[in-house]
């Protein structure tokens, strides 16, 4: 029989895997929460017709489809085969006509009508309009759950990944651009990350960028290429925005934006000229600098603000403000976390004019920024304390009666389940790596005490049931 | 547009629902861990042909299928279409033929790969096998993650729930099971639960029962029947057992589990008399007295240990010590858990005798439990503490200082993101039951001190920073 497996793009995780991940998941939320946001969790499938639609082509596309129960084929609304299925079974993957796959898309929407979960955002959304007389507004949740998309997995891109997710719905208040900075410092600050930074944007001033250069449409063209400064000077970036058909005259305009640096504020004001003649520009310039302000007085910890225009991200529906945020310089890992504004959160489920703000972590990135700086505290694959050694049945019951005790102190303890040969009971603590070993026989049991082996040391004395208590939790 | 839905047998929590539900799996998981159980994750999908198969032809149907990703009609592997399924699509789901059933259920395998997890014992055993050079064994592992079944569901019985299990695989020994009793019993102390009764029964025990009865193909008939003793009587018992065909001779044999009281010692006597000519029911008496035995040595909290003979539950994989546990008798709820030793649980797999032994802990049943006997403590859905009201932007910005030191200290602040009427603001404090506000204008400002308003009793006090994390904290 083969080694069974499973599939491409999911992952095992071992114990300390576990324990690393819930370390993360639990600075999140311990701050998610200190900032006021409540937790919900919806259902890891939805209703196709709520995410269909709702992440452009591709989107639907990499959205896994749950088969309907039962006999889908057949059931009692009398699905009908694509006229063309046997045309369609002949042809290869490549040659389907646009027609072929509408009547192909029609049929799995007739045998699926549920599928997993693509965001956290969409659901979110949904629950909102769904429960709306029950919520009070502004509403501030958290929500940790996985996702799954049928990308094509690759390094650090799974098929199933956790989603921690903080956003704030029903308010257009700065307060809470201001907030959720604070919010990404606080937890990369808990975790001992040195220097992640939070770049802001604001979709405004791409607004007002695209307006300044004349071409709205050709905005991811000009931020794309004005983000390769740094690798390919600013001939190159120039030569690449002219290649795009972006004007000489126009790239003139915006040549301040080429040598972009200096203070936050610095920065604003050379916005603020750049952008004077653009209404929506200023607006954004506005908004910027209230967030970076606020922020500068109420201090950060260990994270850096910084203005970035070049940020583009989710351009389709982010608004107002832009996060991203990059993992310390020293670990070349890009993006740990993201998120933004948008000022019609609700509205594909129809409860209009409902502004969210929010921002995302990114929980696997992270693992892999902290493992790489050593980061993780020893503490947090800490298992069993203290392995107590099997003799046989009746020293195992004495033995039993110390481990519950034990237990109710708050001390993980074990008790090796068989009467193996002691060098096999040992070389278990050691695999485990736990750290002391009680031996108990009939002298320990008339005496009432235990036998303390530390097993790093090797040493080893008799004590009693409270010496016990603090030799294993005074260290 | 009409109101958006969630799919049927699925649930939304809300946040107090997140936070009781968050307080049960804690105290499980800490539990787990004090008994030196650790945790693994599995991915939510597995391979198709890892689920398929494990569960019975009910299993299989219940399994949700992911549909494979692309154009699964017609990828590179050729799929052929069942050759009568134009018949199939004429025919009502009732009158499908075997043949038809097999065809569609090979075309379901192609257009299908993957499937959701449907419960977490098989991909624990898919885990082991997988990754069994890494395991150190005997392997005590925990596992709360979700699970997903196409059930039609009902009142506490839902398509997408949560399973809480701990296992122990690679050892035969019964300590194991006095442990697992013990953690029942800890995990329901903890959750003040009084009176769980921790049903035990051995799968020997019943093997033996149906030697006695002469009767191996009638053993669940039996014990059903004998289960509805309280209910009908001895003679009604006796009317089912003889109406299912099991013969008046055999029935006499077994006299003594019609008064079978007293406690587990005698109980233990009267089957060992019993079941003196069976060996493998004396097997299973002795497996229980070893169990019964050391649990009562070393005790049991708030639960109560019960032997009884009517459980078989998992006859059909349990192969050893049978648990399930009753709610408190003043809540009609049936099992708030389960479990058992099953001696070849990898053999799936290819993994041969690996004995493991484990129990599962019924969240949704424990919730409806600890709310109907009111023991969810006040303090598990406590959100925010103090609500800082907003005045403007200079003294939302003198508040969110507040609000940093407060958070740094571990206390749970919000800003109110608006400068909205004082009322709307005070009443977003009631609705969210937050139990303090506090107030900062020009006075409080320039003062460098604030006015904190305990929201119950509408007192209010003008206190300096020390004194507000003082009566933010002692409370």
């Known amino acids: 029989m083969a080694k069974p497996g499973i599939p491409k793009g999911t992952r095992d995780f071992s114990p300390s895997e576990v324990a690393k991940r819930q370390y993360i998941i639990s600075a999140i939320k311990h701050h998610f929460e200190l900032f006021g946001f409540q937790p919900i969790e919806t259902p890891s499938f939805e209703n196709s017709d709520t995410l269909m639609g709702k992440y452009g082509e591709e989107g639907d596309r990499l959205i896994f489809k749950i088969l309907n129960s039962g006999n889908y084929f057949y ?106 900075v604070q919010l990404y410092d606080a937890v990369f600050t808990q975790l001992g990350l040195d220097g992640a930074t939070i770049k802001i944007n604001n979709r405004k001033v791409l607004g007002g960028i695209a307006e300044v250069i004349g071409a709205k449409d050709k905005l991811i063209d000009f931020t794309v290429a004005l983000d390769k400064l740094d690798k390919i000077g600013e001939d190159g970036v120039k030569a690449e925005m002219l290649a795009k058909g972006i004007e000489a005259q126009a790239i003139e305009k915006v040549q301040p934006l080429f040598n972009f640096t200096g203070s936050i504020d610095e920065k604003l004001n050379q916005l603020a000229d750049l952008l004077a003649g653009s209404e929506e520009g200023t607006k954004g310039v506005e908004e910027l600098r209230f967030i970076c302000n606020n922020v500068a007085a109420t201090g950060l910890g260990n994270s850096i603000l910084d203005l970035d225009v070049t940020l583009a991200r989710g351009l389709n529906y982010y608004t107002g403000a832009i996060f991203e945020v990059s993992a310390p310089k020293e670990v070349k890992l890009g993006s740990i976390g993201g998120g933004g504004r948008y000022d019609d959160l609700t509205g594909i489920f129809g409860l209009k004019n409902m502004s969210g703000v929010g921002i995302s972590f990114g929980l696997d990135r992270i693992y892999l920024v902290l493992e790489e700086l050593n980061l993780f505290p020893e503490t947090v694959t800490e298992g069993t304390k203290v392995l107590f050694i099997n003799f046989g049945d009746k020293e195992a019951q004495y033995a039993l009666k110390a481990i519950s005790r034990l237990r109710n102190q708050g001390i993980k303890a074990e008790l090796y389940p068989d009467n193996a040969k002691i060098g096999k009971q040992f070389q278990y603590a050691d695999k485990r790596i736990i750290p002391f070993a009680v031996l108990t026989g009939d002298t320990e049991i008339d005496n009432n005490n235990f036998t303390l082996k530390n097993l790093a040391s090797g040493t080893q004395d008799i004590v009693t049931f409270d010496q016990l208590v603090e030799q294993l939790t005074g260290l």
Chains 1, 2 share one sequence.
């Open 75 to 180: 059931d009692k609304k009398g699905i009908e085969l694509p006229q063309s299925l046997e045309e369609l079974k002949a042809n290869s993957a490549e040659n389907i006509t646009t027609e072929q796959l509408i009547e192909l898309n029609k049929f799995t929407a007739k045998i699926s009508e549920k599928a997993l979960r693509y965001d956290l955002t969409v659901p979110f959304a949904r629950y909102v309009v769904q429960h709306q007389n029950d919520i009070t507004f502004p509403f501030k949740r958290y929500q940790v759950q996985p996702v799954w998309r049928a990308d094509n997995p690759q390094k650090g891109r799974f098929r199933e990944f956790y989603q921690c997710d903080a956003d704030v719905v029903g308010s257009t208040s700065l307060w809470q651009e201001v907030e959720l």
